[in-house]
Nanobody, 129 residues
Framework: QVHLVESGGGLVQPGGSLRLSCAVS????????IGWFRQAPGKELEGVSG????????YYADSVKGRFTISRDNAKNLVSLQMNSLKPEDTAVYYC??????????????????????WGQGTQVTVSS
């Protein structure tokens, strides 16, 4: 059974950094795109970043571009999200998710939660002074 577990969340000051990890089991990571989503209090689920299967194509939401970096290590079945220059508006529960997204449709579909069918439990990120 496909299983994803997020870790690395916590409390940081504005301007600080966190590194989130998504550990994947139950399938070969090479076959799946991985997306990071977040949900802040009172707001809808938001696509943050994603990385394609078996290649290096990525996307970032405009709100995090230049501050966040996604990467994957297929040999370790691990996807990470490095978050720098954090802002209070980054406060949210962060989720990783796995889905089958073709290369030709990656930039159209990777930011949509409907593209993913396996989800982690979430990890809390709080940015506050």
């Amino acid at each position: 059974q496909v299983h994803l577990v997020e870790s690395g969340g916590g409390l940081v000051q504005p301007g600080g950094s966190l590194r989130l990890s998504c550990a994947v089991s139950g399938f070969t990571l090479d076959y799946y795109a991985i997306g990071w989503f977040r949900q802040a209090p009172g707001k809808e689920l938001e696509g943050v970043s994603g990385i394609g299967s078996s290649d290096g194509i990525t996307y970032y939401a405009d709100s995090v571009k230049g501050r966040f970096t996604i990467s994957r290590d297929n040999a370790k079945n691990l996807v990470s999200l490095q978050m720098n220059s954090l802002k209070p508006e980054d406060t949210a529960v962060y989720y990783c998710a796995a889905g089958v997204i073709p290369y030709s449709g990656f930039f159209r579909f990777a930011s949509e939660h409907q593209s993913y069918d396996s989800w982690g439990q979430g990890t809390q990120v709080t940015v506050s002074s």
